[in-house]
Nanobody
């Protein structure tokens, strides 16, 4: 019954922007810390950004560069990821899910195979190229 539906993916040029959305249902969205993950071919699953259940705190893998912004709307059970100044290395399938428990484990499997979470959406393909 849990559903995670990512949308907003597509193609962007280097330096461009995309905004991803994750529509959720089947659980109490407002009680979960949430995160965006990405899976690039030949690479391990990567946690990109996380946000607390109320949206009061965020955590970014790309914090120094400040290219991404995670947000949420608990009235709509929806998670967002604004990606700016995009780079070719951002090319990946992007997934939304709950944040990992702390301490966060090493991610050694494809995102949909992580043991921590039984439910995954289809992901949103993001391609950054000239």
């Amino acid at each position: 019954q849990v559903q995670l539906v990512e949308s907003g993916g597509g193609s962007a040029q280097p330096g461009g922007s995309l905004r991803l959305s994750c529509a959720t249902s089947g659980f109490t969205f407002s009680t979960f810390n949430m995160a965006w993950y990405r899976q690039a071919p030949g690479k391990q699953c990567e946690l990109v950004a996380a946000i607390t259940s109320t949206g009061s705190s965020t955590d970014y893998t790309d914090a120094e560069k400040r290219r991404f912004n995670i947000s949420r709307d608990n009235t709509k059970n929806t998670l967002y990821l604004q990606m700016n100044s995009m780079k070719p290395e951002d090319t990946a399938v992007y997934y939304c899910n709950a944040d990992l428990p702390r301490p966060r484990p090493s991610l050694t499997k494809p995102c949909p195979e992580l043991h921590a979470f039984p439910f995954w959406g289809q992901g949103a393909q993001v391609t950054v190229s000239s």
